[in-house]
């Protein structure tokens, strides 16, 4: 997908690649995910009702947007575009839940300051909802669950989503990570299923699930969080979804949030360190 | 002087990150340190800082009673514990009018024994079911016991026997408080019904008590010989293809019509819990409807004709969970009922959270909030039933909640296997043959109950731990007893697959308390319906009789208050379910009143 919740692709050209003469093509890629996560919480809402309350969505949000602003002021001296703080802020209050409002301030605040604060070469290494969700859900388990709302569990909801999504990773270039992703996903199913006796249909079952949804279109596409080749790409989402296997072979029920915490970083981290080349601190974009 | 500059804000950005990454854990530091025990002995303290301290006495008051959980189809074995969580209920009725109140439970496994535990007023218990015929009711073929109700439904005077069951629902008369006489085929129920809740509620206030029954497994399943393993949910937040629901209209003469449709409750969510009370004055009880796999259900009684469901419209109906228990509590001293709904709570897995439903004030639409996480009592565990009663007769209703799925080995989880099929499409979900095979493991097991006390402003502390509630049972149905007539509330817990635990509630003696036992003329004669609201010196409380309240439970049928240290009651108001109200201006406290509808 062409930008989740980072904020660094905001602050550069989006990608344009082949024909351009394409009304598709003219499309700002910068406003897609932010219409598409949009259009999902609403189809999602309407259909199901999967806004608990909307306080917390407006807190979230409102907390995303706010850190964002006077972070961006103080770092970089400038105010920052706000759709990738709108992003993080409705990914938070779909994939955290808590009975308390607490959570879902803290957890947007560090989802947005981890761009700032934790940076190699002028780039933030983690997708920045993916930072706070992981960190919230290991260390407040007392207050914080995941995303527990089904959709429904209804095929053709799914459907339409799971279309919708793939087209915009398309026209963001990044559909080679999530059909990769998807794959090693439905072949390490196949391998837990052999190893655990469970069926297979158990094992890919999370799949169709809304946390995968979001996984898949707005996590682990982020492009300033992603490495610079579509090999490494495809790379990293594979050993994505092999720490992912490893994770649940182990019953970590977040197993997607820890690996892509653990894989997408690293990556990053090295692919920085190997075209080490001068970049100005803290002012590429946060 | 530009890098200093630079290197102080980052500094300064990454204190502030740091500061939010301990957040949490500075929060779990401070939400665990409580008040712990000074004293050596653990009652004493419990007695000063608290006022009551729990003892289970079950064993030298005789109860001996161990529930059965039901086996079902080979094909279910692999999740058996979790489809076989249920039938451990217990309801209380003083079933021979003699004045002291006795308590029956349920097994459910083929061939185990119900209990009938007569109170013989000396703090001792005898199981009277076999001599009765309320024991051997779980037959092979009839299905297995879920829970049972008692109500008075022909008005003499006796409390009557419904039982409900992964089965065909039982009617039992209750002749004249020496023997039951099975009067199902006459009463005309259904054949099979897979019920998980059933209360009595007279819905059209004609002074006959109607039915209404909860479906969790649809009824063409007999769980026992299985066509298909498509049994399960088809979402577990948004299934509708749980059993029907029932509501039946007592005709007055032994016999009940099935009235559901026109009454508009042919629901088919995966129903475990109701309450029915006035809610909004009209004289008409509404009806509040728990569901697992959903949203819960509000029904807006219209004038005894028919129901509304205004689940959406009041903010009950918003957010799908668990829905385990219905109890209703005036816990503000306001005069007022909110609705307590037990969900699911599993630390780092599931936060949904047990719910409050308080109504808005000052809104011309009847509109509800969830106060339960304000108050402190939305953090549970795996949570079934829960009731409110003053447990140390303080002014304030105070909250006990019953938890635990599944205790099997120990320092084991099935959640992880459970999330992942949960979360899949209705195709994987809703078939048993894809459930992974739970292999002895545990689920939300070994959970502490917790009883939450009221400061008096709506503020509850969670206080089991001090009080002698520490027991760790798979408790489901919970009830609140005055098993000695000495104006304090016991409590009793049917645990599932264990024994019962019968709690004494020894409370300190300075505070007053006033009980009500209702008997209509012109209502029904169990009075079920009536609400009776106490002014003292300590503020306005309401309470409703019920006719079935809480998780697969019945409380005792007498209403009690607690009063403080206030010696003098004001006036007690009883608005029967007929519309009659009856006044009775200072009655004596520390009395148990009885009062009978003017005609």
Redesign the interface.
Known sequence: MSDTSSSDAHDQKPPVEGKTSSWLHRLDTRYAPPVLITLILLAGHLSFGILESYKTILLTIGTSVLTELLLGRIVLGKWRNLSSAYITGISVSILIRSPMYWPYIVCAMISIASKYALRYRGRHTWNPSNFGVSWMLFTAPFSVAGLSIQWGNDLWPMLVIWLLGLFIVWRANRLHITVTYVVSFIVFSLLRSAITGDLFWAEVAPLTGPMYQLFVFFMITDPPTTVGTRKGRMLVAFFIAFVEFVLRLNQFIYAPFYALFLVGSVAKFLELRRNARPVETASAGA | MKINR?TI??LG??L???G??V???I??HF??AGKRPSASDPREFAFRQFGFYLRDVAEEAGIHFVHQSPRLDPKLNHILPQIASMGASVSVVDYDRDGWNDLYFTSSRYGARNALYRNLGDGTFRDVAGEVGLADVNRPGTGVSMGAVWGDYDNDGYEDLFLYKWGRPELFHNDGGTGFTRVTEAAGFPAWVNANTAIWLDYNSDGNLDLFLGGYYPARFDLWHLKTTRIMP?????ARNGGRNYLFENQGDGTFRDVTEQAGLSGTRWTLAAGAADLRGTGYPDLFVANDYG?DEYYLNEKGQHFLEAGAETNIG???KSGMNVSFGDVSNRGTFGIYVTNI?????????NNFWVPDDGNAHLRFANL??QMGI??GGWSYGAQFGDLNNDGATDLYVANGFISARKGT?Y???Y???????????SDA?????MRGRSQSGYQQNRIWLNDGTGRFQEVADLVGGTQRLDSRSVAMVDLRNRGVLDIVVANQNNRPLVYKNQVVSENHWIDFNLEGTRSNRSAIGAIVTVKWAGGVHSQVVSGGIGYCSQNQRRLHFGLGTASQVDQAVIRWPSGSVQTLDHPDPDTIHSVTESP
């Open positions: 630079n804000i980052l950005i990454r502030f990150f740091l939010l990454l957040t949490p854990l929060i779990r939400s665990t088809e979402s577990f937040e948004y949203v918003f957010a799908p709570t599993e630390n780092g897995v599931l936060m949904q959270g339960a996480g939305s953090l989880s959640w992880y296997d999330s992942k099929v949960t979360g899949g499409n209705t195709a994987i979900i043959n894809n459930w992974p095979d």
